[in-house]
């Protein structure tokens, strides 16, 4: 059985990479210094103990991984050694954009079995070249490559360069990434400064194909489509500084079915001088507004982010704001509950609400948090706050909101916390019944105004909260303690508070998380796997009856570099493992 599974993995692995277009495969040989992103699997059986963990012990779907996960692709894999770590490389050369390289560990050290029963059967020919090189073939996938049998490996690529006689043993390579964090899966990025030039070049075609698939969809706007343009280019503007600049960047995970949770670790510097190593340098560096905030006590989610504002980030948003804004009036149009002077009024709101985020990331980091504590009852209560160029005008924002929202109303300066002015929002009609069974009775959004900074509370004693906060704030000096992002989240009662909101207030989460991206013209690999899936279903039943639910994030920056953790609990993994299970009955069952 172990055999079987890992022949499935694989299968994925090789399968992908060999049939992926030729044009983004190049089979020039490239000079320089290309950049190479590494990724390697561990050990077929630890694998495989933990992915019978996750969808048959904790999430009971044995069936679909016997009848479905283990042999619907393990016909590909024979002559495969299930005991050795696999690898593939992503490789971006100056010429000729992006390549995929594979170091597929061969049974008994021979490829015999490997070209035999795995490569011919998916029409991928293989002629012998020299003592351990090979020639590959498959014009019905418009695949050219070669193999190279080295150390027990078969090497692959479509540039012979990528598999030399003198290559290095692909196990060392392979075993040293996943020593870096003990990893069940990982990958790495090593670049040196005397490649710059090279990567540049390399990322030119690769940013050509990425926006080439930028195209008009048949259904929207001239002004949704350049806003998704535009994205997609500031998308390219920061991957192009983080592939050409990056000196490391390492990703990872581990399974632990002994402890009971899942672990992901990242961590990334850039090379030094560069705009990247710079940006990165900044992170947790910038005294926050909030950090004499405590945590609240047994809250079920804490949130403290503070993001460095570049140039890059900036004028992104200045872009993205612009172009959001007749996408936003066009959506305000189409409500068809809406009175004339409701839509006037809201799309008010929503250039008011455009220029305060423009103007606000004119500071010089993102400064948030966020805390929902129970109130020792089965009550919660929510308390958070964030940065703001201007709160004042948050204040004048507030009193269009009953022009444009029925049911709603707003009190102006119902108390003072310092220089902070509180304001209340109330429903006039009847409050939605999740609200008041997750805050309370009398569900009131409590909104706290000041110059530097703009307050949130929901819940029994929230102006008291408010006044205390404020208090304790401006009696402190900010502080900077290497932190930018904190995340400590119990998800079953959150998840399941908004879940209950959403359905009651006519938003479906199903649609929207099942929802298919693509359209008519995309091509097959850009279609959203999860299309069709009923996620909600899945998770919901799990979540409901969860104990071990929790969440960590933390990304915190020292000595200019940037590393995060992140750690699923148990009945998380479960709820993931309902998923893997579910879509493999979907997309592969038949």
Do not use: C
Not at 122 to 141: A, M
Not at 279 to 296: D, E, K, M, N, W
Not at 494 to 510: N, P
């Amino acid at each position: 059985m172990h055999g079987k599974f890992l022949r499935t993995w694989m299968a994925l692995v090789v399968v992908v990479g060999l049939v992926v277009p030729a044009a983004a495969q190049s089979g020039t040989p490239q000079g320089g210094q290309p950049a190479r992103f590494a990724a390697s699997m561990s050990s077929a059986n630890a694998l495989l103990d933990d992915l019978r963990w996750v969808v048959v012990e904790l999430a009971g779907e044995n069936q679909v991984y016997e009848e479905i996960l283990v042999p619907s692709t393990e016909v590909f894999l024979y002559g495969v050694d299930l005991d050795r770590p696999a690898g593939m490389a992503w490789v971006f050369a100056k010429e000729g954009g992006a390549r995929q390289t594979f170091q597929i560990p061969l049974e008994g050290n021979d490829p015999t079995v490997f070209r035999q029963e795995n490569l011919e059967p998916i029409d991928i020919l293989s002629r012998r070249r020299g003592r351990d090189l090979y020639e590959l073939d498959s014009p019905s996938l418009d695949y050219q490559g070669w193999m190279r049998i080295a150390d027990g490996y078969g090497l692959i690529s479509t540039v012979q360069d990528d598999v030399p006689a003198t290559a290095a043993s692909a196990e060392t390579e392979l075993l040293e990434i996943l020593a870096k964090g003990n990893f069940d899966l990982a990958g790495r990025i090593v670049n040196t400064a005397e490649g710059i030039a090279d990567r540049t070049a390399a990322f030119k075609e690769l940013r050509e194909n990425m926006l080439a698939g930028v195209t008009r969809r048949p259904t929207e706007t001239q002004q949704v489509f350049a806003l998704r343009e535009s994205s997609a280019r500031h998308q390219a503007d920061r991957m192009e500084r983080m592939f050409v600049q990056t000196q490391e960047l390492l990703v990872g995970g581990v399974t632990d079915s002994k402890k009971g949770e899942a672990r992901g670790e990242l961590l990334m510097s850039g090379l030094p001088g560069t705009e990247l190593a710079k940006a990165l340098g900044r992170y947790g560096t910038i005294p926050s507004h909030f950090s004499a905030v405590p945590a609240a006590e047994g809250a079920i989610l804490s949130a403290r982010v503070r993001l460095p504002i570049d140039e890059i980030r900036r004028s992104g948003s200045r872009e993205f704001n612009k172009l959001f804004e007749p996408v936003w009036m066009e959506r305000i149009d189409k409500l068809e509950d809406l009175t004339a002077d409701q839509k006037s009024a809201r799309k008010e709101l929503a250039k008011q609400v455009l220029a305060i985020l423009t103007e606000s990331m004119e500071l010089d980091q993102i400064d948030a948090f966020i805390d929902v504590a129970p109130l020792g009852t089965d009550k919660y209560a929510m308390l958070g706050g964030v940065r703001t160029a201007d709160g004042g005008k948050v204040a004048e924002l507030l009193k269009g909101l009953p022009a444009g929202f029925k049911d709603i109303a707003v009190e102006l300066n119902v108390a003072q916390a310092g220089e902070a002015h509180i304001h209340r929002i109330k429903f006039t009609g009847t409050p939605p019944k999740a609200l008041t069974k997750f805050y309370g009775e009398v569900p009131d959004l409590y909104v706290a105004t000041q110059k530097e900074a703009v307050w949130l509370a929901v819940g029994s004693g929230a102006i008291d909260r408010l006044t205390e906060t404020i208090a304790v704030v401006a009696a402190s000096e900010p502080k900077a303690d290497g932190i930018a992002i904190t995340v400590d989240a119990h998800l079953s009662p959150i998840v399941l508070h908004l879940d209950e909101l959403a359905v009651e207030t006519g938003f479906d989460l199903k649609e929207i998380l099942a929802r298919n991206q693509s359209n008519a013209t995309d091509e097959p690999r850009r279609q959203n796997p999860l299309a069709g899936i009923d996620l909600r279903s899945i998770a919901l039943p799990v979540l409901r009856t969860a104990t071990l639910d929790r969440i960590e994030i933390r990304f915190i920056q020292a000595d200019g570099a940037v590393k995060g953790t992140v750690r699923l609990e148990r009945d998380l993994i479960k709820a993931t493992g309902k998923i893997i299970a579910k879509v493999a009955a979907e997309k592969l069952g038949g």
